[in-house]
């Protein structure tokens, strides 16, 4: 308080008059009406501080230490933010993750599951997903070989093996993946035909592009693995859609023909070449029966004539007797010459083997052996009759 302010004229009376709470103040002084000194409320602040930490108090009187910051609170702020960086520092990695450490903006090292700790401010760290499969959808307008457009949608599914060349290598590696795709999938579209990648030809079309976006990804240093490229079913833009809908169609129409008239070639052809070969067959053992029954007649006849040559006259009348057998086997006629009579006897043997099953029916055996007797009888009588016939005429 300065010197020559009114109610007091010593640092005594002033701290009396703070004591007895102003009451002996001169009721005059305006400046205890007035707001409280800030010094005055610093300094009792600080008072109270040091008595907790240990520290001397502030003093009477507005001390000159009493602006010093006590030493055991810079300890205990310094205590307590150690403590707050040292927790801080501590991170736990999933079983499925591995995270990339930057320390002092370069590459520390890369770690793996658990519970990891680092220091706060001073090193980096990103996480990266290395054994979950991630995917990309894309789709897009493109023009094909035989310039037309179609409309190809593409997933790509991919790992990132390499998590310390998937965070430094590139700066944006996911924008990479897609301009890589975007980028082969247009090029084996333009070297294939519209009509293979609307229909069967997208199975080969994804194996190419998965290799060469991995060739791409390579390339770049991305760290990333592709695991599966799956080109769906590709669409032509709807201006045009109705034209490449009947394009198709026409194609599975003669694809259908095509396919019936393989399957009516593959009923006819084995058969007509199973009937070849039956003819072909049937041929062969023909020229083998006729050479085997010429050797055998050539046989018989070379029999023949050797014992034709031991005994002409029987082997002559045996061989007639043979011919007349075989002629008179298959005749159903017979005409009878009488020897020295001028007429002939002719005997229906047709008819007769005719009736001989009719009266078998009929009459049984006996029947049967009735009818060849009286059939010799009347062919013994008429030879009678004939005999007698001409012996009157050589008597007269």
Do not use: C
């Not at 930490?53 to 009493?66: E, L, V």
């Not at 599951?113 to 760290?125: A, E, S, T, Y």
């Not at 980028?183 to 609307?198: F, K, N, Q």
Request: hydrophobic share 35%; charged share 25%.
């Amino acid at each position: 308080m300065a010197w020559n302010e009114p109610g007091g004229n010593s640092d005594k009376n002033d701290d009396d008059g703070r004591k007895n709470g102003n009451k002996d103040r001169d009721p005059w002084s305006q400046q205890d009406q007035g707001p409280p000194d800030l010094d005055e409320a610093l300094n009792k602040l600080k008072s109270q501080l040091s008595g907790i930490f240990g520290g001397s108090g502030g003093g009477r009187g507005g001390n000159s230490s009493g602006g010093e910051v006590p030493k055991g609170l810079i300890v205990l702020l310094v205590a307590a933010l150690s403590l707050v960086w040292v927790f801080a520092g501590f991170y736990q990695v999933d079983e499925k993750e591995r995270t990339v450490i930057l320390r002092l903006g370069e590459y520390h090292d890369t770690v793996g599951p658990g519970l990891h700790w680092n220091p706060l401010f001073i090193d980096q760290r990103y996480s990266v997903l290395v054994t979950q499969e991630q995917d990309y959808h894309a789709r897009g307008l493109m023009l094909t070989e035989d310039e037309n457009i179609v409309e190809v949608p593409i997933s790509v599914q991919y790992k990132v093996p390499d998590p310390k060349k998937f965070v430094l290598n590139v700066r944006d590696p996911i924008t990479s993946l897609k301009h890589a795709t975007d980028s082969a999938i247009r090029h084996v579209v333009g070297s294939t035909l519209s009509s293979d990648v609307l229909s069967e030809g997208r199975q080969a079309m994804a194996q190419e592009t998965q290799e060469r976006l991995q060739r791409y990804l390579d390339s770049y240093e991305t760290g990333i693995a592709i695991t599966l490229v799956n080109i769906l079913k590709a669409e032509p833009p709807a201006a045009v859609k109705s034209a490449f809908d009947d394009v198709i169609s026409a194609k599975e129409d003669k694809d259908r023909f095509v396919n019936e008239a393989k399957t009516y070639a593959n009923g006819v052809v084995p058969e007509a070449r199973g009937k070849a070969q039956r003819i072909i067959q049937e041929a062969i053992g023909y020229r083998e029966r006729l050479v085997a029954e010429a050797d055998g007649e050539a046989q018989r006849f070379n029999q023949l004539y050797t014992e034709y040559r031991k005994a002409p006259e029987v082997t002559r009348e045996r061989l007639y007797l043979n011919s007349v057998e075989k002629v008179m086997s298959s005749v159903s006629k017979v005409l009878i010459d009488v020897e020295g009579g001028n007429n002939m006897m002719y005997l229906p043997l047709d008819k007769l083997t005719s009736q001989t099953p009719t009266a078998v029916a009929a009459g049984g055996s006996s029947q049967q052996s009735d009818m060849v007797s009286q059939v010799a009888n009347e062919v013994i009588d008429r030879l009678r009759r004939e005999q007698a016939r001409t012996r009157r005429p050589e008597g007269r």
